[in-house]
């Protein structure tokens, strides 16, 4: 209940104060496990890109937006949930598997941070780790906007696609997993040409 409302009124809100585009609706399994990755332009992207999807997508939200307890409630209510960066968090990792085997849709950005523009530096290997572990299809998109009120808003959801699962016993080195991440990062970032 509570999330409709807001995916509602955040709609709303984005159709009255920018000129939305949202392309490859049709590219959005309609269920089963999916992993959503996503650039990161803006500290609006999980709510823009939630709000305008049927299904339910659970972000991981960095630990610090929890702090505040009024939107760390939102957060939640919303089925999103907490991780460490950079801190190899165990337990989001364990929430994201366990969403997926429930047929879930978990969303994150790869990049780990807002990242106004394509920047390789800026990848994380637990986004490859998650979906060679996972064997879930990647649903890539891309986010492209200036944030200025009123400007051109877009959103394009591009074709699903699954990495080369690995073996429990197989290695995965980190290296080869930064490498996985900027495969992914570089379909993000073609779907909004950059």
Known sequence: MFYSFARFVLRLYFTLFYRVTITGEENIPEKGEVLLYANHPSAWDMLL?????????????????????????????????????????????????????????????????????????KRKAGAAMLAHHSNAPILPVGVKWNKKIFSKLEVVFG????????????????????????????????????
């Open 159 to 194: 074709k699903p696609f699954v990495l080369s699962p690995k073996e429990e016993s197989e290695h995965v080195s980190k290296e080869e997993l930064l490498n996985s991440t900027q495969m992914i990062m570089d379909r993000i970032y073609a779907l909004i040409g950059q």
């Open 49 to 121: 890109i939630a709000c305008h999807m049927k299904r339910q997508v659970h972000f991981m939200a960095k630990v610090e937006l929890y702090r505040n307890p009024i939107l760390g409630f939102i957060l939640k209510k919303l089925g999103a949930f907490p991780v460490s960066r950079g801190k190899g968090d165990v337990g989001s990792v364990k929430t994201a598997l366990r969403l997926l085997d429930e047929g879930e849709i978990v969303g994150l950005f790869p990049e780990g941070t807002r990242t106004p523009k394509k920047d390789p530096k």
